[in-house]
């Protein structure tokens, strides 16, 4: 299971949903709104869109598809 953390209205957000989604990975993916919880958001504030692994690895923005499909091989 993957988790991205996101904010509505964040447009880089919907990119990084949108190569989640060209990955195949959607199914896989749930997406957090960091304004939902007080740990979220003070850890990842300014970081968004993340995306977090069950290990804990985390794939951060800028991100590109080849990128995120390396990261996600590498889980």
Not at 25 to 43: F, P, S, V
Request: aromatic fraction near 10%.
């Amino acid at each position: 299971m993957l988790t991205l953390f996101h904010t509505d209205g964040c447009h880089l957000c919907e990119q990084a949903w949108a190569l989640v989604k060209q990955a195949g990975l959607a199914g896989l993916t749930r997406r957090c709104d960091i304004l939902d919880d007080d740990a979220w958001l003070a850890a990842y504030r300014v970081r968004i869109p993340v995306l977090c692994d069950e290990a804990g690895r985390e794939l951060g923005w800028p991100f590109t598809l080849a990128e995120l499909q390396a990261w996600q091989a590498q889980g």
